[in-house]
């Protein structure tokens, strides 16, 4: 149990262009998802806090207009990169939290590589 | 501020043997808690052992256990009987609970040798 997926495992777009990456609980329901971003070697780092049917909450310096998020169900959020850069090409994670258990674990997705060319 | 820190960058063990992996945090909290999870090659994060705070009891999951000293705000992990796949990148992280969102420590790379 407590799987989560994401789409696409690896992208690779164009500097400007716009890409969009799904996060889905398959066998719970996540009120509350978490995104990150990773480069390589070192620790996760947050990027914004996604509650199902509200706003998301971004971590001080991540610019939310260029990552949007949308947690639309309470299966699914997705990040979107508008007019991506070089400098956006990272490790991108989500985690969920199930909304049935009384612990606080976050579940993670196998992460998505963004190259932006 | 909460802060998590792991002040082993690397760390090797032989297989079988057992290893500790160090973590400390800062936080005025009295309840919280408190988390390993290990991200091996593929990246995907793993939960290894998770510990309350209001718990006096550490935590054990099979070969790995926890030596959580609250007054000290330390939370090591234990390793027993190392094995090739314990290898990967080990990370502590904290989280309030209402707050939701995880904090995490710098990690640990642990090396598994023959």
């Known amino acids: 149990g407590a799987v989560v997926s994401q789409h696409p495992s690896w992208v690779i777009c164009k500097s400007g262009t716009s890409v969009k990456i799904e996060c889905r609980s398959l066998d719970f329901q996540a009120t509350t998802m978490f995104w990150y971003r990773q480069f390589p070697k070192q620790s996760l780092m947050l990027m914004a806090t996604s509650n199902e049917g509200s706003k998301a909450t971004y971590e001080q310096g991540v610019e939310k207009d260029k990552f949007l998020i949308n947690h639309a169900s309470l299966t699914l959020s997705t990040l979107t990169v508008t007019s991506a850069h070089p400098e956006d090409s990272s490790f991108y994670i989500c985690?969920?939290?199930?909304?049935?258990?009384?612990?606080?674990?976050?579940?993670f997705g196998p992460g998505t590589r963004l190259t932006v060319t | 501020a909460q802060t998590v820190t792991q002040s082993q960058p690397e760390m090797s063990v032989q297989e079988a043997e057992t290893v500790t992996l160090s973590c400390t945090y800062d936080t005025s909290e009295s309840d919280y808690y408190l988390f390993w999870y290990k991200q091996p090659p593929s990246r995907q994060m793993i939960l290894v052992i998770r510990q309350e705070a209001y718990k006096q009891q550490n935590a054990t999951e099979n070969r790995f256990s926890v030596n959580f000293q609250k007054a000290a705000k330390s939370f090591s992990l234990k390793i027993s009987d190392s094995q090739l796949g314990d290898a990967a990148m080990y990370f502590c992280?904290?989280?309030?609970?209402?707050?939701?969102?995880?904090?995490f420590g710098t990690g640990t790379r642990l090396q598994v040798t023959l």
């Open positions: 992280a904290y989280t309030t609970g209402t707050a939701s969102k995880l904090t």
């Open positions: 985690s969920a939290r199930d909304l049935g258990q009384l612990s606080y674990e976050q579940y």
